[in-house]
């Protein structure tokens, strides 16, 4: 089945890495915020990024390449 699938685990664990990095940037923004800072222009950076880290993903999973994400895929694929 699909669970056996080298691509699927590839990408599964690249989507948690990107959900992973999501959530610290979140908490981080979060943080900035409560101390004063630009929270909002950063999230909206931040949101941007995200976007194109998932759309890349869905790109690279649909044409069936195991490529990593720009500057979080290599730790995903350390990591989990």
Do not use: C
């Not at 990095?21 to 409560?34: E, H, K, N, R």
């Not at 976007?51 to 999973?61: E, I, Q, R």
Request: hydrophobic residues 50%; charged residues 10%.
């Amino acid at each position: 089945g699909k669970e056996n699938d080298p691509l699927v685990n590839y990408h599964m664990k690249q989507g948690l890495g990107l959900l992973l990095a999501a959530l610290v940037m979140q908490g981080a923004i979060s943080i900035i915020g409560y101390w004063g800072g630009p929270q909002y222009a950063l999230a909206l950076v931040v949101r941007v990024v995200l976007v194109f880290f998932v759309v890349t993903g869905w790109m690279n999973a649909m044409a069936g390449k195991q490529s990593p994400l720009p500057a979080i895929g290599n730790y995903s694929e350390k990591a989990l």
